[in-house]
């Protein structure tokens, strides 16, 4: 799934070509994709409004409207929004006035978009965004205090901290040496500092890698990501730890797969 550093990618890249124009049409392969509102009310209402910002919040996409109303998109496992048309698994097509069209590729259909007429409607329950000056240490202390869970279940709950997810959480624990299965209450002040400075530097230094295509992500031109080319333990089972040496572990944790070194990471 695309994380924070693929999405802040992907709005920066779109936003010259976007911003200031006007959207024409909306061709829509699979009706699915709209989430609200209906399908019709969708199309007409998107019809003839201007672009006039995007941002990012979590791991959501928000082109703020000239009418106040916003356009938020979910990429989901394997979406992404390319300028050029793919080969294939496209869903829909955005249609501005300078001819410009925007693909909504999406393999897997799980990809989806809503039109609303308050952003924070979609997303109401995102924690902090860890790139601002408001995430600090303590702010992540307090959101582990007293719990039991495992810190990388923790990182992923986009109401403790919005946009990070699998990838950047087994990057993030690697920096500040820590298990993934240790129960989130249980770290030190100590560590919390470093683990809430690893997150940061984990995800600036994705977002200059322009994101990670581990698998389907691309960015808006059709290129790949290279931050994948730089993890030092995510998707890198039995591979050697850049530190250590020792061969790299995996276990599933609540669903989902983590990578980490049993000796860098005790």
């Known amino acids: ?27 829509l392969f699979d009706d699915k994709i709209v989430r609200q509102p209906p399908v019709e009310e969708f199309g007409s209402r998107l019809i ?8 990012r919040r979590g791991k959501y996409l928000i082109f703020g409207l000239t009418s106040g109303e916003s356009l938020i998109i979910h990429l989901k496992m394997t979406g992404s929004l390319w300028l050029k048309p793919p080969e294939k698994f496209t869903r829909a097509i955005i249609h501005l006035d300078d001819g410009t069209n925007v693909y909504f590729r999406d393999p897997r259909k799980f990809g989806v978009m809503w039109l609303v007429a308050d952003k924070k ?3 109401d329950r995102l924690g902090p965004e860890p790139l601002e000056a ?13 719990r039991t869970a495992p810190i990388k279940a923790l990182l992923c709950d986009q ?7 699998n990838m950047y959480a087994d990057e993030a624990l690697f920096l500040a040496k820590i298990h993934p299965l240790r129960a989130g209450g249980s770290l030190s002040a100590e560590e919390v500092k470093r683990l809430h400075h690893a997150i940061k530097q984990v995800l600036k230094k994705a977002i200059g890698d322009k994101g990670a295509s581990t698998d389907t992500y691309f960015r808006p031109g059709g290129e790949i990501g290279t931050a994948h080319f730089h993890f030092r333990v995510a998707h890198r ?4 730890c850049p530190v250590c040496g020792r061969p790299l572990q995996r276990l599933a944790i609540r669903n989902r797969g983590s990578y980490f070194c049993p000796r860098c990471q005790q």
Not at 48 to 55: D, L, N, R
Not at 134 to 146: D, E, M, N, P, S
Request: proline share 5%.
């Open 48 to 55: 003839g409004q201007k672009i006039a910002g995007m941002e």
């Open 237 to 240: 089972r039995g591979e050697s």
């Open 134 to 146: 408001g995430f600090t240490a303590r702010v992540l202390a307090k959101a582990l205090a007293k």
């Open 1 to 27: 799934m695309p994380e924070l550093p693929e999405v802040e990618t992907i709005k920066n890249e779109l936003a010259p070509h976007l911003i200031g124009h006007t959207i024409t049409a909306i061709t």
């Open 159 to 165: 109401g403790l901290v919005a946009g990070i997810g």
């Open 121 to 123: 409607s979609v997303g």
